[in-house]
């Protein structure tokens, strides 16, 4: 259930991000200097979302194991089969291949838990699924690059520990914590976190749009066509699987955008420390691209949500 007060701004979403994408890209030099603040700005993020959270929100998420096995298996299994299919039927190289078998092996991104807030869906859900992900990938990614194109990938476990910690589960505990003590007495804070939400997550792809600009501005149609499936592919069997299981449209939501979204940017950290820049593109493209097709599902979900309110008779909220 979307949080009141973040329709219009959820609705809106997408072209803000389009908007500061096309920025990012135009204007690199000055939104590239920004690098240094992806990772506040995702602190940020998910101290706002811990504001709107409750321990009974996990609970409620734990005690949906299946939904969460569900999450991991097509995290595990779908996307990495995906990208080798991709692959093999568009004829990319070996290098592009062990790029796009990367991005389809790490985990999933912390970027979807924002993702998964604007668009209505289950937060707490989000984060236990992107937790377990990364703990698993410590085994999975080196097992699945060498499985489907054998290659032998080194994990940084520590690192890939401390950075989930870092940006997702001390913030989001440290919100929580607010959130119990302020209680009722700022309604409204659900509404702000969605707009500083909404604000940083698209600050964060002008920056990551800026980054990767050159390698944008060089890529072959086909490296896009290979990143556009491996995504829809990953959300449209989320969400579609997820709606058979649970017939519950707030867990599809969820599971669309955590199965589509993915750690990117260790793909990409990955491939060009073991395989060379040519394999690190098509994780460099994903990062952008999935950023923005999880803006629009964002949009699409908030548009919807309002069209059944409003046909239900229910005042739109603001």
Known sequence: MRPPGTARIALAFPLWALALAVLGYLRPDVFAPGKPLIVPFLVLIMFGMGLTLRLYDFSRAVARWPVVGLGLALQYLLMPLAAFLIAHGLGLSRELMLGLVLVGSVAGGTASNVI????????????????????????ATPLLTWFYVGAQVPVPVLSMLSTIAEIV?????????????????????????????????????????????????????????????????????????????????????????????????????L????????????????????????????????????????????????
């Open 116 to 139: 998964t807030f604007l668009a209505g869906g289950d937060v707490a859900l989000s984060i236990t699924i992107t937790s377990l992900s990364t703990l698993v990938s410590i085994i």
């Open 169 to 269: 589960l001390l913030p989001v505990a440290a919100g929580m914590v607010v959130n119990q003590l302020i209680g009722d007495r700022w309604p409204e804070r659900d509404g702000w976190c969605a707009l500083a939400s909404a604000v940083a997550v698209g600050l964060v792809i002008s920056i990551i749009v800026a980054l990767n600009a050159t390698s944008i501005a060089t890529l072959g149609a086909i490296v896009l066509l290979a990143v556009v499936l491996h995504n829809l592919i990953g959300m449209s069997a989320g969400f579609i699987l997820a709606w058979f299981v649970t017939r519950n449209s707030v867990v599809a939501r969820t599971l669309a955008i955590e199965v589509g979204m993915q750690n990117s940017g260790l793909a990409v950290a």
């Open 271 to 318: 491939a060009q420390q073991y395989f060379g820049a040519i394999a690190a593109l098509p994780g460099a493209i994903f990062s952008v691209w999935h950023n923005l097709a999880g803006a629009a599902f964002a949009g699409l979900c908030a548009h919807y949500d309002r069209r059944r309110l409003s046909a239900a008779g229910v005042p739109r909220a603001r």
